[in-house]
């Protein structure tokens, strides 16, 4: 029973592992324009445009694909 018990273990912590790594990321906009697009942005937060990259001032901004961001560091 113990071995039957530890295969099924070992079987679910596979398929589980094998699950994490098919996983995709999913992308919602890209914000490689000058602008926002059909996002609508409201206050001053996020400037007219997306950022490219870290602001002046900012900790190292990293994870994101592509040249722009959006970024709420503007003006901080």
């Known amino acids: 029973m113990k ?4 295969s099924m273990v ?3 912590a596979t398929f589980s592992a094998s699950l ?6 999913i992308v919602i906009a890209d ?3 000058k602008d926002y697009g059909k996002w609508k942005v409201t206050g001053e937060a996020f400037g ?12 190292q901004v990293t994870g994101f694909r592509g040249k722009g961001l959006v970024n709420s560091f503007l003006g901080v």
């Open 3 to 6: 071995k039957l018990i530890y």
């Open 48 to 59: 007219a445009g997306p950022a490219q990259g870290t602001l002046p001032g900012q900790g």
């Open 31 to 33: 914000f490689e324009g």
């Open 10 to 12: 070992i079987l679910v």
């Open 20 to 25: 994490a790594e098919e996983a995709k990321d």
